[in-house]
C-alpha cells in the first residue's frame, strides 16, 4: 500500500486526493475521527465559530451522518427508503459548511508526538499522514460479539451497511428469526421483525427484559411484546448457532432461518489505546470535564467517551446521540476558547414496544441496592388524559426518591401516548435540582385531551409528600408477603366485583365506602390496604391512620402487585 506524508501547508499530494480543498499557512487544522453525532456535532459547531479553520473529518464507512436510531425502524419498513436516514453526504457537508469530508478513510494510527495520525484510504489502497493542531476522537461503540460456535451467521445492527445486509436477507423471505438481546436495540428490531410477518424469538440471558428497568415494569414490556407474537425465552444464552436453528443453554432449540445479534456494545477505543491515552473504568475513553482525553490536544466525543453520572459522580457509559451531540458542541466551543457548560449524565432513555412507550431516567432499584443507597419507590397508575375524554389509557411510572433529600433518583414509566411527556418533565426535574414532593407545584399544560387537572406528575409529588412528612405509609409488592407472614392483616377496599374477579391472597374485602361502619370488624394488628391503583387504598389508610390504627398503603394498589413477580406463583382468582 502506497504512503503519502502530508504536513501542515504542503498540501500538493493532498490535493490530489481532495479536490480543490487548500490549507492557508498558519490556519488551525482540526482533524476528526468519525462522524455520525459526536463528530458531525464538533464539526459543523467548528464551522459556525471559525469560517476559516481547516477541519477534516475522516470516516471509516460509506457514511459520516446518518439517523442511526432509525435503523431498526428500516428493517420493519416502517421507514421505507434507506435515503430518509441519511441526513448528510461529504458533499452536501463540503457545499454548506466547507468541510473535508472523507469517507472509507480509516485511521490507523496517532503519533502524539508529532500531532499526526495515520490515514488508510481504503478505496484508493495508500496511506497517507494528516498534522492536527486539535484532535476529536468519535469513533463510537462495537458491538458486543461473544465467541460461540456458529456466530458469523449473526447479522449485527449498528452502521448503515449492516442494516442494508439485515434488509436483504429479510427480502429473501425467511419464516423464523431469532434476536440475541434483549435491551433497547434488541427489542426494536423483533418488533421491525414481526411487522415483516417474520416468526421471531428472543433470547436473553437475563430474567427480564429492559435492564434499566425494574422487574414489575419489565413485566409489563413482556406482556405487550408476547401478545404481538414474539415468543421470549428470558433467563437463557445462546450456547451454539446452526444452520438452520439456535441452541440454548438449558439445551432447547429454536428455529432460525435469520440470527441478528443485539446484546450491547462496548466503546470502541482501539486507536486511543494505541496512542496510549487513559482508558477509564468502565472501559472508555477517559476525559475531564472538557472532554480532553489525558492528551490535552486529543479529544474524545460520544460513544467511546466515558461520561460521570449525575448521581454519583462515578464513570458512566451512555450510547445515547443526544449526549454526543452536546459533546461535540462542547468541544468545539473549547477548542474555540468559548466558556462551556461541564454536564453530568441522567441517561434518560425511550423505545416503542408495540403499541405500549417504555422510557427511563436516572437509576433504577437495582442499582440502587447494588450501591448501598437508601431509597423509597413510588408507584402511580394514572391515565394519561382526563378519564372522561375519549381515548384515556393507563400508565404505570415508578420514581425512586433519596430518603434524606427527597431528590428523585430515578424514574420509569411504561404507558401508551403520555409517557414521553411525564419522563421528560421529571428528567427536567432531576437535572434542576428539584425535590420530589416539588413535581406536585409544577405548572403543567391542562386541557381534558392531553392531561388531568392534577397531571400524572403532580400526582407523583403529592404522594411523594404524604410519605416524606409522614403522613401516611407505604408497603412495596416485594415486602407484602414477608409482612403478611409476620401477621399483618391484608384489606382489599375494593368493590364486591372487582375482589371476585382477581385478588391478592389472604386478604379481606371491605370496599372504602363501608370502612367507616366496620372499622369495629379490626384488629388492633398492623394492616395493610390496597385497591387498584392506590387512590382508595390512601384514602382508607388515612381513615385508619386517624383513629390509631397501625396502616399502611401498598403502592401502585393491585395493578402494581398482579404485574410484578410476586403474582406468579400465586393463583389471583381465588
Known amino acids: 500500500m502506497a504512503r503519502i506524508d502530508i504536513k501542515g501547508p504542503q498540501a500538493g499530494e493532498l490535493e490530489m486526493m481532495t479536490g480543490d480543498w487548500k490549507m492557508g499557512s498558519g490556519m488551525r487544522q482540526v482533524v476528526i475521527i468519525g462522524g455520525v453525532a459526536g463528530g458531525m456535532s464538533a464539526a459543523t459547531r467548528l464551522r459556525r465559530l471559525d469560517p476559516e479553520a481547516s477541519i477534516i473529518v475522516l470516516e471509516k464507512s460509506s457514511y459520516v451522518s446518518y439517523a442511526n436510531c432509525g435503523l431498526p425502524y428500516h428493517i420493519g419498513g416502517v421507514i421505507s427508503r434507506k435515503q430518509d436516514l441519511l441526513l448528510q453526504t461529504a458533499e452536501s457537508l463540503n457545499t454548506r459548511f466547507n468541510l ?29 499522514v494528516l498534522k492536527y493542531d ?7 461503540a462495537q458491538p458486543v460479539v461473544p465467541p460461540i460456535p456458529g456466530i458469523e451467521r449473526a447479522l449485527t445492527l449498528r452502521t448503515v451497511e449492516d442494516v442494508s445486509r439485515i434488509v436483504k436477507a429479510v427480502e429473501d423471505g425467511p419464516r423464523s428469526a431469532v ?13 421491525n421483525l414481526r411487522h415483516r ?10 430474567d427480564q427484559v429492559l435492564s434499566p428497568l425494574d422487574a414489575e415494569m419489565a413485566m409489563l414490556v413482556a406482556g405487550e411484546m408476547t401478545k404481538n407474537g414474539i415468543t421470549l425465552h428470558l433467563g437463557q444464552s445462546v450456547k451454539a448457532i446452526h444452520k438452520e436453528w439456535v441452541e440454548l443453554s438449558d439445551g432447547g432449540q429454536i428455529n432460525a432461518d435469520l440470527v441478528i445479534l443485539a446484546i450491547g456494545v462496548r466503546p470502541d477505543t482501539r486507536l486511543a489505546s494505541l496512542a496510549g491515552l487513559e482508558i477509564g473504568s468502565r472501559g472508555g475513553i477517559s476525559t475531564n470535564s472538557y472532554n480532553q482525553t489525558s492528551d490535552a490536544n486529543i479529544y474524545a466525543v460520544g460513544d467511546a467517551a466515558e461520561k460521570v453520572d449525575a448521581l454519583d459522580g462515578t464513570a458512566s457509559l451512555v450510547p445515547l446521540a443526544n449526549i454526543a451531540n452536546r459533546q461535540g458542541r462542547a468541544v468545539a466551543d473549547h477548542i474555540m476558547g468559548r466558556e462551556t457548560r461541564w454536564v453530568p449524565t441522567i441517561g ?14 436516572g437509576w433504577n432499584e437495582k442499582r440502587l441496592r447494588a450501591a448501598g443507597r437508601d431509597f423509597l419507590p413510588i408507584h402511580a397508575h394514572p391515565s394519561s388524559h382526563a378519564g372522561y375524554y375519549p381515548g384515556a389509557k393507563s400508565m404505570a411510572i415508578k420514581i425512586l426518591i433519596d430518603p434524606n433529600t427527597n431528590l428523585i433518583m430515578g424514574a420509569q414509566a ?14 427536567t426535574a432531576m437535572r434542576a435540582g428539584l425535590r420530589a414532593e416539588d413535581l406536585a407545584d409544577l405548572e403543567l399544560a391542562y386541557a381534558p385531551p392531553f392531561g388531568s387537572a392534577k397531571d400524572p406528575i403532580n400526582m407523583l409529588g403529592y404522594i411523594a409528600e404524604n410519605l416524606t412528612s409522614g403522613f401516611t405509609k407505604s408497603v412495596q409488592w416485594d415486602e407484602l408477603q414477608s409482612r403478611v407472614d409476620n401477621g399483618a392483616v391484608l384489606i382489599d377496599v375494593r368493590t364486591d366485583g372487582e375482589f371476585a374477579s382477581g385478588h391478592i391472597p389472604n386478604s379481606v374485602n371491605i370496599p372504602v365506602d363501608e370502612l367507616r361502619g366496620r372499622i369495629k370488624e379490626l ?12 387512590v382508595r387504598g390512601h384514602t382508607a389508610t ?21 404485574n410484578s413477580p410476586a403474582s406468579i406463583a400465586v393463583d389471583t382468582f381465588v
Open 179 to 191: 434476536v440475541i438481546g434483549g435491551g433497547f436495540i434488541g427489542i426494536e428490531t423483533a418488533e
Open 197 to 206: 410477518g417474520i416468526r421471531t424469538s428472543l433470547v436473553e440471558a437475563l
Open 348 to 361: 434518560t432513555a425511550i423505545v416503542k414496544v408495540f403499541d405500549l412507550t417504555v422510557a427511563t431516567a
Open 542 to 562: 388515612s381513615l385508619l391512620r386517624g383513629y390509631g390504627y397501625e396502616a399502611a398503603n401498598l403502592d401502585g394498589g393491585y395493578q402494581t402487585w398482579v
Open 100 to 128: 473535508d469530508v472523507r469517507i472509507l478513510s480509516e485511521v490507523v494510527g496517532i503519533d502524539r508526538q508529532t500531532n499526526t495520525v495515520t490515514v488508510r484510504d481504503l478505496k484508493m489502497e495508500r496511506e497517507y
Open 414 to 427: 411504561v404507558g401508551g401516548k403520555g409517557i414521553d411527556k411525564r419522563i421528560d418533565v421529571i428528567a
Open 523 to 534: 384488629s388492633s394488628d398492623e394492616i395493610i390496604i390496597y385497591c387498584q391503583v392506590g
Open 134 to 140: 486539535q484532535l476529536i476522537l468519535s469513533p463510537g
